[in-house]
């Protein structure tokens, strides 16, 4: 038995995120194309650099992208929507940043999350359009890495039925067509690859651990035995990720040269069915078997095991051992960590020191080299010492998670006899216009906080200017005619560091960042301890807003589940009862919020949907807790106190039966750039409780007219009752510039009172 290591993909942004930087300079126009681009290959160029550095017998190329490799891949096959007017031929930068993030003509495409990640890709639109291949831009990659290095690397792509499944526009009948269209392409790609030198090209398709029906099953079948007949010269590594295989006895039968499974997520399917089925013996195993999800150091004793079981359960003769799934989805490396309690930050494994265990493990395997066993059981001693932690060892957190009781998690009065109270009480007008939270963080904003938080500026300084920004903005509502204002979130960097800072049991990284969408950067916090509310951590702002305006100013608070699903969670005990823990310290801000006077409490829960299990006979019991805990959170205030809640990329078509089971009384919602779905969904799925259609896209800096969303609100009245809606953006307004933001409210507002107006006029 050989071992060889490998990673399905890499991180593309840099240590420093120097990708993101140096794309954000191009967009700013600091940068020629030539020069970006030329900077764009260096970046390129030095993760291939590293990861050869560290030993790895295989590297990926293709893993790389300048914004999105769904967009990538879509572009790639001449896949852009007609609104940009793109002629046939190359697809220029312009057209490609068009696409993801808009431009004055055309609104962007949709964005979603990709699995159950928080990585949002671009989705595909298919348009009957004629596809074509515009540029092979893997085939340059792999090139590019074999002239700097003199190497064969594996290039990857987003598999054909992936690709196929998430994009839209296609109908039972145009999907063939569309599936029939593509084939080729990939056979032209593949086939280019191979000439050049290729080995190995890893397909990976994700979507192949989802719950798959019979006629997908099939479906994947004819894709894979035509790209068979079409190209069989080619070693295609069918790459699975996120979950065990579905459909594991058909699919592992495929015509292709190598399979690789998710040993970690999908760990006990996976063996189960390696059992019952075995494994091809003409095909290589890839184990994912270093958890590409988390931060947490491996127990590389028993990774060892776990290759050595699934190798005993193959006749393969070669062995990949690899991450669980792309490498993206972690940061870079802990040796950029300097202010990590060293306890914790032994315990900690990035992209890089990933790479190592697998070499490690892979040595250790190979040769059964004893200077291997040291770094093997330093893993656990390192993993045992934090366990020993004393702040995993909380008692009073622990018993108030096991003494919730079921009536902790309901409200005093129903939905309706709220309504009734709230309406009495607040007085809203009809179709009340908010926001959902932040205001743009500005240049000033972020340099302010970078200053105070290198102890530049006193605490007091910067209270003072955090003060200053608020009420400027509470005074631009106003004038906008707003009708629930909120304080800005201008003390926030981020939604859930920020809570995190102020309750127990969170440690922050300085450089841990992972990309959330485009060039949005993410650096979410490590959930090591128990958690624990200390001291109140909104009250202020709230109450300071709330003091400048006889508008309501809604309080807003992190929900427990996207506190959870944003960070980077021990592995120790449950993710419910981690979860249960950060509800109960919410549950006392609600309280605290409540008790200084503020009537709207808004909990944002966007992160809900995307914990969600990527087997659907897993989201029940998923969706039991998380639930639960976000009424936890906010079940324990008066009949009067109105709790909103806010999500964001939901397809909520699937989803409306757990959202209203939160019994929040008005939800916000991102649909703008997918409104027409979501109306024909409430259509035949009606909702009852308060609800505020985003109504424009928060993540494109086009401005949109009152014409535009006007329409967007008409529509939604076909299937809303006027007493239920209300008018906001998408999502909250921190990536955006002021003079666009205001132009925009001001054009929603407008369009509000038109409407408003309309009504008014019918009913008389
Ligand atoms: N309240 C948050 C904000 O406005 C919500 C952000 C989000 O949904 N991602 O920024
Ligand atoms: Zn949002």
Redesign the pocket.
Known sequence: MTYSTTAIGYPYIGGEREWKKVLEAFWRNELTEIDFLQKMKEIRLARIDKQLRIGLDIVTVGDFTLYDRMLDTAVMFGLVPKRFGWQGGKVELQTYYGIARGNQDAVASEMTKWFNTNYHYIVPEFEGQALELTENKILADFLEVKEAFGITAKPTLIGPYTFCKLTKGYDKVSQVAFILALLPLYTQVIKELVTAGANWIQLEEPALVTSLDETEVKLVQEIYIQLAATVPEANIMLQTYFESLSAYKMLIELPVKGIGLDFVHGYTHNMEALRQFGFPQDKVLAAGVINGRDIWRANLAEVSTTVRAIEQLTSAEELWIQSSCSLQHVPISTALETKLEPVLKNALAFADEKLVELTEVAKYLNEKNHATNYTISESMKAIEALKKHPVRNNQAVHRAVQTVSTQDFERQSDFKTRQRIQQQALQLPLFPTTT???FPQSDEVKRTRSAWRKKQLSDEAYATFVAQETKRWIEIQENLEIDVLVHG?FERTD?VEYFGEKLTGFAFTEKAWVVSYGSRCVKPPIIYGDVAWATPMTVKETVYAQSLTNRYVKG?LTGPVTILNWSFVRDDIPRKDVTYQIALALRKEVEALEAAGIAIIQV?E?ALREGLPLRTENWGAYLDWTVNAFKLATANVKDETQIHT?M?YCEFNDFIEPISALDADVLSIETSRSHGELIASLHIRPYEKGIGLGVYDIHSPRVPNEQEMLTIMQDSLQVLSTNQFWVNPD????TRKEPETIAALANMVAATKTLRQQIQQSTY
Do not use: A, F, W, Y
């Open positions: 959902i939270g932040s979130e939604m807003m944002d966007p806010h964001c999502c909250g307004l921190k």
